[in-house]
């Protein structure tokens, strides 16, 4: 007995990808057998309710089985095939792993695995100025010092200053590996102010900045104060000066919040007694002892990863919900209506469902804002702590950071992941994710979470400038870590937060990036368009963008060695089979340089 079917292609399911609830899905498999065909069904579950899967009966028609279902809840659908001849009983899933695209058969039900079903509430709509971006990420401290005569705001006490801007950053750990000294270059909002002309002509025009509120450590993700700017970085008229002047440019500004956990010496828990507020470490009358669990009070609580460092706030306390989203003058409500134009939740998935649409909704008294989310892996299915979220599927996140396509850029241009399996990958990214966060994730090749592009791609120039090319002509809106155009290089964190080097920037890199960047503001209509990804044997992938009169094509070489591109090694299922014909007479016999791309427009 031979089952096809194949997610990826309308023949067998449409339509493609996440759908709203109440939309009905077709689906259709192909039955070649020479055994008398009993039944065959499509089985489906919804998510937790396992025990009340349906088998929905398929009728024949003509070597295939069609059956339609119309999915009454939101969330994630699980489904397979059961084909029962007189005989035997067969079942067709997703691979081993949970891919989408063509499965395999199986013997057992206990051994099928499932494809996914992404079932969304609502559709979400994401401003312009976000859909048509350009992003930097700027570690405030590391980027510019913008005082005249170079001196560090307001030194922290018990931490240290570099003797060169050029040092690599280093942390000074005690006993138990914590971290005894903070380190600081002095980088500051005046900074990021006085190098707007070079972003803007770098083609930026979205800035996201790692945590500026007041902090211990030289990342802030241990705030101390959500309603005061970090006096390292400056003070509010440099916060409002920076904002003007962003705006000025036609840049926007997105904000990191923190609002999982704060720092163990912050205003809220106040263990050192350096704030005039009474902490919840110091009484148990203090407003904020119920923000915390403690276990023995004071000295252990719950925290963050066990990081003493950074105690976990409660998320269901409703006084800290009113605090950052839920009253008038919420931490949420002061930012945004300074001029903050969107917000970056950190370790979203540490965040309750409804504490993030709790933001959502404050956000949305503003308009043109964008909420995104720090997840790490593919967020249309994430578990944490046993809970599936459900942020994706309207009112909640618009976004998430790219890290899987990352990964994908990365490894395939290492060598360490097939072009198909790339193709594979990624167009079970485009399946399983709404329709507006595939388009408009915010990618990136790198953060101050990872180590930098360049050491990831072993100092490999020409690979830099490939990852900076896909990273600027693949759906979503593309986000550039600092420095990144710079060559900078850098392991771990704190390796990947160094100064930028100013001094030494590498002019051929730098424009690499910025005809890059203008290229893609160039084609506000890509993320708007049909987008599918191919392959080319075991030495290629591309991808092509189409719309009305417009196509985009890109091909890469991933490989060192020339290639001249043969029919055969041209994959192109999922576009239109006149668009594969058109790009099969446009690129067979071409030769293409190894690690080269080739971006070709309008070849139809």
């Known amino acids: 007995m031979q089952l096809d079917y194949d997610s990826f292609q309308s023949q067998c399911k449409t339509p493609f990808g996440a759908v709203l609830v109440k939309t009905p899905v077709t689906f259709t498999l192909r039955v070649q057998t020479s055994a008398a065909v009993q039944a065959v069904k499509l089985c489906m579950v919804h998510d937790g309710q396992w025990d009340a899967e349906q088998a929905l009966p398929m009728t024949a028609q003509a070597g295939t089985y069609t059956t339609t279902f119309t999915p009454t809840q939101t969330g994630l659908y699980f489904y397979y095939f059961q084909v029962q001849t007189a005989t035997d009983t067969i079942y067709y899933g997703c691979v081993d792993g949970g891919a989408g ?75 138990h590996q914590e971290i005894m000294r ?68 036609g840049m926007r500004l997105i904000l990191d919040g923190v609002f999982n956990h704060v720092g163990v010496d912050s205003r809220y828990f ?59 003058g919420s931490v949420i409500d002061y930012w945004t209506a300074r001029g903050v134009d969107g917000w970056r939740l950190d370790v979203a998935d540490e965040l309750p469902d409804d504490f993030i649409a709790g933001i959502r909704r404050a956000l949305d008294h503003y308009p043109d804002k964008v909420l995104i989310g720090e997840v790490w ?72 979470d990872t180590p930098r592009i360049l050491t990831m791609l072993q100092n490999d120039r020409q690979r830099l400038q490939l990852a900076v090319a896909m990273l600027m002509t693949l759906p979503g809106v ?3 870590y600092y420095g990144d155009e710079a060559k900078m290089t850098g ?42 990804p191919f392959y080319l044997g075991d030495y290629g992938i591309g991808y092509v963008f189409w719309q009305a009169e417009q196509q985009v094509l890109v091909v890469i070489n991933v490989t060192m060695m020339g290639q001249v ?40």
């Open 101 to 175: 695209g063509p499965g395999v058969q199986y013997a057992q039900r206990n051994q099928v695995q499932m494809y996914q079903l992404t079932i969304l509430a609502s559709v979400e709509h994401l401003p312009r100025w976000y859909r048509e971006g350009v992003a930097y990420q700027i570690f405030a401290d590391r980027f510019y010092n913008g005082n005249p005569d170079g001196h560090v705001n307001a030194p922290k006490p018990n931490s240290f200053l570099y003797g060169r801007l050029s040092d690599r950053p280093l942390y000074i750990r005690g006993p």
């Open 377 to 448: 892996e593919d967020a249309s299915h994430k578990l944490a702590y046993g809970e599936r979220r459900h942020y994706l599927e309207g009112g909640g996140l618009q976004a998430v950071m790219n890290y899987p396509l990352r990964r994908l850029i990365i490894h395939v241009l290492n060598g360490t992941l097939a072009p198909v399996d790339w193709w594979r990958e990624l167009m079970t990214l485009k399946e399983n994710y709404p329709a507006s966060t595939f388009n408009y994730n915010f990618n990136n090749i790198g953060s101050h």
């Open 491 to 532: 392991g771990k964190d704190p390796d990947n937060r160094a100064y930028f080097p100013w001094a030494s920037v590498d002019q051929t890199q730098q424009q690499v990036v910025q005809r890059w960047a203008v290229w893609r503001q160039n084609h506000p209509w890509l993320n708007a368009a049909a987008f599918a």
């Open 478 to 480: 593309p986000c550039l």
């Open 565 to 604: 591109l043969k029919a055969a090694d041209l994959h192109l299922a999922g576009m239109p089979t006149t668009l594969a014909t058109a790009i099969q007479q446009r690129l067979v016999g071409q030769e293409l340089a190894g690690t080269q791309v080739q971006l070709i427009e309008n070849f139809t």
């Open 270 to 328: 106040n263990r050192s007694g350096h704030y005039d507020t009474v902490g919840a470490a110091q009484s148990r009358t203090s407003r904020y002892y119920n923000w915390f669990t403690f276990i023995n009070y004071p000295t252990e609580y719950d925290s963050w990863w066990g990081i003493s460092d950074l105690p976990t706030v409660d998320k269901e306390n409703q006084d800290y919900r009113d605090f950052i989203f839920a009253k008038p």
């Open 182 to 249: 903070w380190d600081f270059f002095g980088g500051n909002l005046k900074g990021i102010e006085a190098k707007i002309p070079y972003l803007k002509k770098l083609g930026v025009t979205i800035i996201y900045l790692t945590p500026i509120f007041q902090a211990t450590s030289n990342h802030r993700y241990d705030t101390g104060d959500y309603f005061k700017i970090d006096p390292v970085l400056g003070d509010l008229t440099d916060f409002d000066h920076l904002v003007a002047a962003l705006h000025r440019a």
